[in-house]
């Protein structure tokens, strides 16, 4: 069957260190992965998209990397903060690029502290 | 701020009941997305609407329709209430028709079947 798997338990770090999330998918040939942050209550904002091409994308203190070979994509948060504490979601698009319909994981909640 | 907005922000109806979510895309974004999160499925895909056509169906169950006027504002039916339909509805939207775009959300309707 069909899965896209995060981290399934809540992942707590310190303050200024590096935060390694995991998205984990079977049965899916994405053109691109995407990954999100929601905060309770409100609803999931876009934070980076990577295509199959590239094997890494930056912005700011966030990193992701995409292994079509492995089925995994890594999402990193460098010099984390409190205010990072979210639930981190990645989502893909099932069909090649045919369709944006997105295929969400179950997410992954994050905890800085201080 | 996603500039999509989504009415209302709660809804509380009875089992039988019929219902009309609302939900107005970013300025310029022609396609719609409609999300359904509860805590044991996580955020699932109902239904994509590109420039007022259907493009895209998930899981949509049949009691449940959409559709995109011609301003490009959207609105989800959900008919003949259930309390498993007591959730998170979502509604996204992307530029062009969406493929290797990212979905900008609203903040949801949370509806509550009693």
């Known amino acids: 069957s069909q899965k896209i798997e995060q981290n399934s338990e809540a992942l707590n770090i310190q303050e200024g260190k590096t935060a390694t999330l995991t998205c984990n998918y079977t049965?899916?040939?994405?053109?691109?992965l995407q990954w999100y942050r929601q905060d309770p209550g409100r609803g999931p904002v876009f934070l980076l998209l990577i295509r199959e091409n590239e094997k890494e994308k930056r912005k700011e203190r966030l990193k992701v990397t995409f292994d079509t070979t492995l089925k995994q994509s890594l999402f990193h948060i460098t010099a984390s903060q409190p205010a990072d504490s979210a639930t981190y979601l990645c989502?893909?698009?099932?069909?090649?690029?045919?369709?944006?319909?997105?295929?969400f994981g179950t997410g992954t909640l994050l905890a800085v502290q201080p | 701020d996603s500039g999509v907005t989504q009415t209302p922000k709660h809804l509380i109806t009875a089992t039988g009941q019929r219902v009309t979510l609302r939900c107005s895309p970013r300025s310029g974004d022609l396609s719609v997305y409609w999300y359904q999160q509860s805590l044991d499925q996580g955020l699932q895909f109902l239904i994509q609407y590109y420039n007022g056509e259907e493009r895209a169906k998930g899981n949509i169950l049949e009691r449940f329709s959409a559709q995109q006027f011609p301003d490009l504002h959207s609105e989800l039916n959900l008919s003949s209430l259930e309390l498993g339909d007591s959730a998170l509805y979502f509604c996204?939207?992307?530029?062009?028709?969406?493929?290797?775009?990212?979905?900008?959300f609203g903040d949801g309707t949370r509806l509550s079947i009693l």
């Open positions: 989502a893909l698009s099932p069909y090649g690029g045919a369709t944006n319909k997105l295929i």
């Open positions: 049965n899916y040939s994405p053109a691109y």
């Open positions: 996204a939207s992307s530029g062009g028709d969406g493929v290797n775009q990212p979905q900008h």
